[in-house]
């Protein structure tokens, strides 16, 4: 295999005519150039150097490497500058992928400052609920996974790098004219004969196991996996809901109320990558970001409301 160190010598004894004058430039010995010369030309299979006395001119093969050899140094050169720029942050590129109450909260947030931070390192954004978003980790379809989970089925993702990011905690959606309305918190059961309105198809099985273990079954009237239409909905007095309070805050809950909702359910929100990727500074940097920009979340929330149940519930 030929190296890169021995093109450059090459290079300088083709340039200076004698191992003595490169070994000058290079900043060695002569001898260090003669054995490095003699290695060059065993891997190459070929003498590369016609000595004669103190004269030496390339053979045919020696003019073909030192063709080559000013592109692929100089093509080293530049990768290696590259890389270190990777390396130091000065540029590279994270593909992230979140879902929809993540991307308006805290993406903005972690991203924000990323770009304050390390200005040469690009993130670009799609969204997915998982289970599809980690599919699109682990075909290697983007970097960094932004995705929650209820608790269950944790070993599902004991192959991906785990980063703990949030406890988004689900809170009931009522419209102002509720008979809850004004109720701090609320026990689930107390929305057993209403109207549902329910949000993706992860949140939706969860709402349905919360309420069977709670003793009924929810109506569904409408589903769907946009939030701002959720809360368009219970604004209108068309049902109730259970949201996360990071799809609450990215939302305007115009005409509705947030009420506490007993027994108490969170999502774990977690930013997910894989070993090999967590290693690279700009993912690693993305990571810490989220996890940052949490944080920050968590501090602008306003306090909770002073928990009043309600009568049915005191009774």
């Known amino acids: 295999m030929i190296e890169a160190r021995h093109l450059r010598v090459l290079r300088a004894v083709a340039a200076t005519g004698s ?31 016609i000595r004669t006395g103190r004269e030496m001119r390339l053979t045919q093969a020696g003019e073909v490497l030192v063709r080559h050899a000013s592109g692929i140094l100089a093509g080293l050169t530049a990768a290696e500058e590259e890389v270190a720029a990777i390396a130091g942050l000065r540029a590279g ?14 993406v903005p947030t972690a991203l924000a400052a990323l770009r304050a931070a390390h200005p040469g390192t690009r993130v670009s954004l799609v969204e997915a609920e998982p289970p599809r978003s980690i599919e699109m980790l682990r075909e290697g379809d983007c970097d960094v996974a932004l995705a929650f989970r209820y608790g269950a089925g944790r070993a599902e993702w004991d192959d991906l790098v785990v980063r703990p990011i949030l406890a988004d905690r689900l809170v009931g959606l009522v419209p102002e004219g509720h008979r809850l309305a004004d109720a701090g918190s609320v026990g689930i059961a ?68 947030t009420v506490t909702v007993e027994p108490a359910v969170e999502r774990e929100i977690v930013a997910l990558t894989l070993p090999d990727l967590a290693m690279v500074p700009a993912v690693a940097a993305t990571l810490d970001e989220l996890t940052r920009a949490a944080t920050r979340v968590g501090a602008d929330r306003p306090a909770p409301p002073r928990a009043r149940r309600s009568r049915a519930t005191r009774a």
């Open 19 to 49: 191992f003595s004058a490169a070994a000058r430039e290079l900043g060695c010995t002569q001898p260090a150039v003669s054995q490095q010369m003699k290695a060059l030309e065993s891997s190459a299979g070929t003498p590369l150097l």
């Open 93 to 106: 590129r994270v593909r992230l992928v979140s879902f929809p109450s993540g991307s308006s909260t805290l």
């Open 190 to 257: 107390e929305l057993a004969d209403e109207s549902w309105i329910a949000g993706c198809p992860r949140c939706r099985r969860q709402l349905v196991d919360v309420c069977e273990e709670a003793g009924f079954t929810p109506r569904i009237d409408f589903a769907t996996d946009d939030y701002p239409a959720v809360v368009g909905l219970v604004g209108a007095g068309l049902g109730v809901a259970v949201l996360p309070e990071l799809a609450i805050e990215s939302v305007r809950p115009k005409g509705a109320r």
